[in-house]
């Protein structure tokens, strides 16, 4: 057998990919009053198009949530990026309450942006629950350097979300059933393990992820093990029916500012979401150049249980805006 030799022109350069020996891993510098921390990030693809940077909720959860993605976007030829924020499992975790505010979070996206060289002819922003408020945040913001914009799962007004866990999603158990997680939450009993017991059968797989606990995927069991809970608690609050308690959060709300973001958006709710499908529609009509993608069988997490329409919508929407289309 006669050993393989190569010429010199029968290599592929990669001498100026910023991945050669990282696997796409880039451990960003990020600059707080606390001082400087690094954060996560993961370049999955190659595209100078399109380079979509992937926000996760929590606060305080993992990009593990989007791990679903590497079965698709690829195939697509699409750029996306895992990013753990600030406090997150795969990203420095200081403590501070300073440190876990709107203001700052997006300033480390913009810090993120500008590591990453992305700028309004590649970028797209996709943040979904709480990663949805941090973009339409971070649009409000900087939209100049936006190509386009998906808001995933996230109403655009607290209260308003809070209504509809207690008076659409809550009134959808047995009777019993929300009137005993109501008295745990008027207790603070929020560690006694009844109130999660409950959540679980009865919201959770009914209203996050519909599907069987067992059958939970591995990528979201993992980000659930890996939440930084003082960051989550601290913004979000202790309750799992809605933002309340004193957090950062409770007061949020942008309908009002809307009708300024003016990169193509898209928004995207599901039938079963946490989350109330009819004004995630109307956010789409809020803003100057928006469209709704809805999930007929999707939850929470619609990217898993309406996999299907989550990801190819998603998919339609990068390829209009590139094109022109959109």
Not at 283 to 305: I, R
């Amino acid at each position: 057998m006669e050993p393989l030799m190569l010429k010199k022109n029968d290599y592929l350069d990669y001498s100026n990919s910023p991945d050669q020996f990282t696997g796409g891993i880039n451990m960003i510098p990020i600059t707080t009053q606390k001082g400087e921390f690094k954060v996560y990030t993961k370049r999955v693809g190659n595209n100078p198009r399109i380079k979509v940077l992937l926000l996760h909720g929590g606060p305080g959860a993992t990009h593990e949530l989007w791990e679903c993605f590497d079965g698709y976007l690829p195939y697509e030829g699409i750029e996306y990026i895992y990013y753990d924020q600030l406090g997150s499992h795969y990203s420095e975790q200081p403590s501070g309450e300073e440190l876990w505010t709107i203001d700052r979070f997006v300033d480390e996206v913009e810090q993120v942006r500008k590591a990453l060289d992305l700028n309004k002819d590649n970028f797209f922003l996709l943040g979904q629950s709480w990663g949805g408020i941090l973009a339409m945040e971070y649009a409000l913001a900087h939209q100049e350097n936006l190509k386009g914009l998906v808001i995933s799962n996230m109403m655009a007004d607290v209260k308003a979300y809070n209504k509809y866990a207690k008076e659409v999603l809550g009134p959808q158990m047995p009777d019993e059933v929300f009137k005993e997680i109501l008295q745990i939450e008027e207790n603070k009993d929020f560690e006694n393990p009844r109130y999660e017991e409950l959540l679980m059968t009865h919201h959770y797989t009914e209203h996050v992820l519909r599907m069987p606990l067992d059958k939970w995927p591995n990528s979201i069991m993992r980000t659930f093990a890996n939440l930084n809970q003082e960051v989550y608690v601290y913004m979000q609050g202790p309750s799992e029916f809605g933002i309340t308690g004193g957090a950062t959060l409770e007061e949020w709300d942008r309908t009002k500012d809307l009708p300024k973001i003016s990169v193509p958006t898209l928004t995207i709710g599901g039938t079963h979401d946490t989350m109330d499908p009819k004004h995630m529609e109307w956010m789409a009509g809020e803003v100057q150049n928006g469209h709704y993608l809805h999930c007929p069988d999707g939850s929470h997490l619609s990217q898993y249980d309406d996999q299907k329409t989550y990801i190819n919508g998603i998919v339609k929407f990068l390829k209009d805006v590139d094109s022109g289309e959109f």
